[in-house]
């Protein structure tokens, strides 16, 4: 992985950190999808190729590239890995409930 770690972007903490509010705005806003934002942390964050990032978190590059593209419905704990180096992580919330509970 030393070749990859020379490929890394060199970025600031604050560079960084606004990278990410991006990215988590953008997702709050749901206006990326899932392969956008793992795009997003390859590029931006690492400076990395596809095969590179998917050395470095333990996928094929052919799973990654199709991820990227939308052309497949990866699961849960893949794409957690593929978010992980970004520092976000995918889970089941709860849809608002259309009862409300007495208390």
Do not use: C, H, W
């Not at 690492?46 to 094929?60: D, K, L, N, P, R």
């Not at 970004?86 to 608002?96: E, H, S, T, Y």
Request: hydrophobic share 35%; no cysteine.
């Amino acid at each position: 992985m030393s070749e990859m770690g020379s490929t890394m972007v060199n970025l600031s903490v604050s560079e960084r950190k606004a990278i990410l509010q991006a990215i988590e705005t953008e997702l709050a806003e749901n206006t990326l999808t899932t392969g956008q934002v793992i795009k997003r942390i390859r590029t931006k964050l690492y400076g990395m190729t596809q095969t590179q990032y998917a050395i470095f978190v333990g996928i094929s590059d052919k799973t990654l590239r199709d991820i990227e593209k939308g052309n497949t419905d990866p699961q849960l704990s893949v794409v957690n890995k593929l978010f992980a180096p970004g520092g976000f992580k995918l889970g089941p919330i709860a849809a608002q409930s259309r009862y409300k509970t007495r208390g």
